[in-house]
């Protein structure tokens, strides 16, 4: 089971919205609306940020948000912060018999 | 409060086994499917095994299947994962995490157990 595609890494500015893009195949990001997304900064276990494609846990900031189109999803960070600076992946619900599958991860960069 | 604490992490051979334990609390456990997900040292996440709230269903990565055995015990609110023919590639710090909704949602993490192997 490939893993998802996301870029290696995005940066953006104090204030800035960012957008991090998660692409899979019509088996996973595209079938299913069971696209996840993780915050993990260093040394800390990763934190569920979106769910469902576009629903945040109680407790995160509606800074983040969450969409999908055909087979990518994709993660917004708006009116960036500092403390945002993070590794970011996205999961996704899949028909292949692992049942779930990660990106490989984004390193973002708050300038 | 959701607490997950995972332990059983040392250092073993090549080829050695291994079993990892997940202790469950601040929620009905066996209403729930449960995950285990990994991370090499400087890498990124790997999902590795899912379990069925009640134990019936198991799921594994590629990388693992044949080697690893997921369980679960909800009479001690536990989750387990044992490890087999154990390689250097499965060096790694092994997360327990909940899932909300038996669709890949993990909301709520340990800490993680690092698993070395090597002679």
């Known amino acids: 089971q490939s893993a998802l595609t996301q870029p290696a890494s995005v940066s953006g500015s104090p204030g800035q919205s960012i957008t991090i893009s998660c692409t899979g195949t019509s088996s996973d990001v595209g079938g299913y609306n069971y696209v996840s997304w993780y915050q993990q900064h260093p040394g800390k276990a990763p934190k569920l940020m979106i769910y469902?494609?576009?629903n945040r846990p109680s407790g995160v900031s509606n800074r983040f948000s969450g969409s999908k189109s055909g087979n990518t999803a994709s993660l917004t960070i708006s009116g960036l912060q500092a403390e945002d600076e993070a590794d970011y992946y996205c999961s996704s619900y899949t028909s292949s018999s692992t049942r779930v599958v990660f990106g490989g991860g984004t390193k973002l960069t708050v300038l | 409060e959701v607490q997950l604490v995972e332990s059983g992490g040392v250092v073993v051979q090549p080829g050695g086994s291994l079993r990892l334990s997940c202790a469950a609390s601040g929620f009905t456990f066996d209403d729930y499917a449960m995950h285990w997900v990994r991370q090499a040292p400087g890498k990124g996440l790997e999902w590795v095994s899912l379990?069925?709230?009640?134990?019936?269903?198991?799921y594994y990565a590629d990388s693992v299947k044949g080697r690893f055995t997921i369980s679960r015990d909800n009479s001690k609110n536990s989750l387990y994962l044992q490890m087999n023919s154990l390689r250097a590639e499965d060096t790694a710090l092994y997360y327990c995490?909940?899932?909300?909704?038996?669709?890949?949602?993990?909301?709520?993490w340990g800490q993680g157990t690092l698993v070395t192997v090597s002679s």
């Open positions: 469902e494609v576009s």
């Open positions: 379990i069925s709230w009640d134990g019936g269903s198991t």
């Open positions: 995490a909940k899932d909300g909704s038996s669709h890949g949602n993990l909301d709520y």
